[in-house]
């Protein structure tokens, strides 16, 4: 059942109350005392360094969003409204700014998020309002793109995260800005020549439904978790798309 600690969570999905809210069974302190377990060490954040400020320079940016690391802990984000993806070394020295302009292509718009492949060092832009996926190689050159706005295998409505696998296989949140639209609540799955390869999702509630879903990630185990803001949770599936598990705790996916 339900019940009120003195931490001031509530529980309602373990087998005991203890106040951790974990949403595992049975993995609980043995008092409702309002004692939450520890963090592991790996899991505490620990400030090291912050670089930034408003504007369009090198080393400044607007509306930073979503990013990844590469094989030698470069990071790469996109710097949203100046429509471009910067790319820092390990301890935030400027590297390079990758466009608006990348040559092969019409200009980045509004990019969301950067993944970076850790196979091939494959660099993928969601590039947001350009309703589409830009695949550049390691150096930051052009390869190849997909996707155009639409409801179809393949388009997008507005493309919010990107994920490698292990095997190169591209995985793409498709969400919708419509308040109340139902289409293209959903995660797409493409093989690194960006040919469709699967989706799941849809809006709705249940198992594998989504609401607004936002990010994505692949976790060591090889499975995907997707956050969606519009059901306050965090799903988990096999790279085929299969449901496997989920949990949330109030305002917490975004």
């Known amino acids: 059942g339900t019940k009120s600690c003195g931490n001031g969570l509530s529980e309602d999905r373990e087998t005991c109350d203890d106040g951790a809210s974990n949403g595992t069974p049975g993995n609980c302190n043995s008092t409702c005392d309002g004692t939450v377990p520890s963090l592991p060490a790996w899991a505490t954040p620990t400030f090291t360094i912050k670089w930034g400020s408003l504007g369009t320079g090198n080393t400044q940016m607007d509306s930073p969003r979503d990013g990844d690391t590469d094989a030698q ?3 790469l984000f996109a710097d949203q409204n100046n429509d471009r993806v910067l790319k820092f070394g390990p301890n935030g020295n400027w590297l390079a700014n990758i466009g608006p302009a990348i040559v092969g292509t019409t200009n980045l718009n509004g990019p969301e998020a950067v993944c970076v492949s850790r196979t091939s060092g494959t660099i993928g832009i969601a590039d947001y309002l350009n309703r589409r996926v830009v695949l550049l190689d390691s150096s930051g050159a052009y390869l190849r793109e997909f996707g155009s706005y639409g409801q179809g295998e393949g388009k997008f409505d507005l493309v919010m995260d990107c994920a490698f696998g292990a ?8 969400s919708t800005v419509q308040v109340g639209n139902i289409i293209n609540h959903r995660v797409q799955k493409f093989n690194i020549s960006g040919n469709f390869l699967r989706q799941w999702g849809g809006k709705g509630t249940d198992n594998g439904m989504f609401n ?4 994505i990630a692949i976790g060591p185990d090889g499975l995907v978790y997707v956050s969606e803001p519009g059901n306050f949770r965090i799903q988990k599936f096999t790279q085929e798309g299969q449901f496997v598990t989920k949990w949330s705790s109030g305002n ?3």
């Open 73 to 75: 802990g470069n990071l």
């Open 167 to 174: 095997n190169d296989d591209i995985f793409v949140v498709d």
């Open 212 to 215: 607004d879903p936002s990010g």
């Open 252 to 254: 917490l996916a975004h």
